[in-house]
């Protein structure tokens, strides 16, 4: 079999998924250890069976529900790669939002940064990547996400400590000039609403925001005049219909001039900010 034939299969296998064709061809990259421009030009290339069989095995995976991104053990974001694991949310595009407000509003300043419930690292990397001057610590409850962020870090050329705790129930000792966090924030009962490959596959602990989807965020908002310098910015990720109870909690904290949020490129509310 050659490498078409073997994309012709895999769709067939996977096509009920978004997009069958381009996730067949990054499966077949995966099998295979090659990027895209290898890719392409390889398509009359003969594969083994085993690369067969591997590929057929993701690709069986896949037609499960498992999301593509634990598949592959990877995923991108902000034109990085991220290695992933169970323990990990698989980041969203959405969540890029988030990130360029904070990069714009860092730009080349000096500031320490601490990203809480980090996860793969996506958020605290990026910021150390594309804002050289930034000091980043990254926060997360597991060990093993812990791992891998520092992992994702080397791999793209950044620098970042990290603190292993659970935000809910530790005291950090330190403050830091920027608070960025995507938390948990859905909302217990909607969790089995979601989509199999969420619900089923993504980390619970990553999605479950409490009764109101707002347990972290006023955890978070409770506890900022012992994490953030006087001046200092927090941002957060929320849910479409969360901008208000969210810019209510940093209200009552007494400490922004600023208090705003910005839309995603669908139009819902995902960024709050205060500053």
Not at 75 to 84: D, N, P, S, V
Not at 207 to 226: K, T
């Amino acid at each position: 079999m050659v490498i078409y034939e073997l994309l012709n299969e895999l769709e067939k296998a996977i096509q009920n998924s978004d997009n069958p064709h381009f996730e067949a061809e990054l499966i077949i990259m995966s099998a295979l250890k090659i990027d895209r421009a290898k890719y392409l030009i390889s398509k009359n290339d003969t594969v083994s069976d085993d690369t067969i069989n591997q590929a057929m095995k993701m690709a069986k995976r896949r037609q499960l529900g498992e999301p593509l991104g634990y598949i592959l053990g990877n995923a991108e974001f902000m034109g990085m790669e991220f290695l992933l694991n169970s323990d990990i949310l698989i980041p969203r595009p959405d969540t890029e939002c988030l990130v360029e407000f904070v990069i714009n509003r860092i730009g080349d300043k000096k500031l320490s940064v601490l990203d809480i419930g980090t996860g793969s690292g996506c958020i605290g990397i990026s910021i150390a990547k594309f804002c050289k001057n930034t000091d980043v610590t990254v926060l997360d409850i597991s060990k093993n996400a812990l791992d891998t962020a520092m992992e994702n870090a080397k791999n793209n050329g950044v620098r970042i400590d990290c603190i292993c705790a659970d935000i809910l129930n530790s005291d950090i000792g330190k403050k830091f000039d920027v608070i960025v966090s995507n938390p948990p924030y859905i909302k217990t009962d909607v969790i089995k609403t979601l989509q199999t490959e969420v619900k089923d596959f993504e980390p619970m602990r990553a999605l479950d925001g409490g009764r109101d989807g707002l347990i972290f965020y006023r955890r978070i908002c409770d506890i900022l005049p012992q994490i953030l310098n006087n001046g200092g910015m927090v941002a957060f990720e929320i849910g479409y219909d969360e901008r208000c109870a969210v810019e209510e909690l940093l209200k009552q904290t007494g400490m922004f001039k600023n208090i705003g949020s910005q839309k995603d490129l669908a139009g819902n509310d995902r960024v709050v900010y205060g500053m």
